[in-house]
T-cell receptor, first 117, second 115 residues
Framework: DTAVSQTPKYLVTQMGNDKSIKCEQN?????MYWYKQDSKKFLKIMFS???????INETVPNRFSPKSPDKAHLNLHINSLELGDSAVYFC????????????????FGAGSRLTVL | AQTVTQSQPEMSVQEAETVTLSCTYD???????LFWYKQPPSRQMILVIR??????QNATENRFSVNFQKAAKSFSLKISDSQLGDTAMYFC????????????FGTGTRLKVLA
């Protein structure tokens, strides 16, 4: 039973298209994240949501729009895709309520590799 | 600003040997947590070990242990009896609380275990 699941795992698309990546966690965590991992493996936070509210919004083009319909889901929609958007996008979750337990550990999804041609 | 530095982009070790991956960080925070994550070729990010900054005792998890030197802001990972399945990218991460959890990752060390 996958804790953090992302779909799709692979996405190949043309420049200018719009695409979405979905993420769901069944851990009961209250905080979810999107990270971008570039070709050099550098991991950079994009967004963080706590109980459906946007908490962290790093310097990310406004073509990227996260949506959290409930605290178990965090989707990422990307408009007008560009070549530089090619990367692996990781969804993750943690629980802010109990910081002294293992719940502050980030649990990652398997990643979604986006290739923009 | 918080920073995490992994100065070894690549390392290799013979199977059954011991290897140490280094990580240093910079922060003015007093309460924070440190983690090592492993990313094998499957690309799944997996937690290896976790250390609370307020605990002096070094964390251990089976063959994995850390050397946490708070004053030196150093958090190295030791892998004993290396196995082929340990081949992966290893990321050091620093987490502090500022309204929410804020995680900063190092640039990673690619470890190859040789048969």
């Amino acid at each position: 039973d996958t804790a953090v699941s992302q779909t799709p795992k692979y996405l190949v698309t043309q420049m200018g298209n719009d695409k979405s990546i979905k993420c769901e966690q069944n851990l009961g965590h209250d905080t979810m994240y999107w990270y971008k991992q570039d070709s050099k493996k550098f991991l950079k936070i994009m967004f963080s949501y706590n109980n459906k509210e946007l908490i962290i919004n790093e310097t990310v083009p406004n073509r990227f729009s996260p949506k959290s319909p409930d605290k178990a889901h965090l989707n990422l929609h990307i408009n007008s895709l560009e070549l530089g958007d090619s990367a692996v996008y990781f969804c993750a979750s943690s629980d802010y309520r109990d910081r002294d337990s293992g719940a502050n550990v980030l649990t990652f999804g398997a990643g979604s590799r986006l290739t923009v041609l | 600003a918080q920073t995490v530095t992994q100065s070894q982009p690549e390392m290799s070790v013979q199977e059954a040997e011991t290897v140490t991956l280094s990580c240093t960080y910079d922060t003015s925070e007093n309460n924070y947590y440190l983690f090592w994550y492993k990313q094998p070729p499957s690309r799944q990010m997996i937690l290896v070990i976790r250390q609370e900054a307020y605990k002096q005792q070094n964390a251990t998890e089976n063959r994995f242990s850390v050397n946490f030197q708070k004053a030196a802001k150093s958090f190295s990972l030791k892998i004993s009896d290396s196995q082929l399945g340990d081949t992966a990218m290893y990321f050091c991460a620093f987490m502090y609380v500022s309204g929410t959890y804020k995680y900063i990752f190092g640039t990673g060390t690619r470890l190859k275990v040789l048969a």
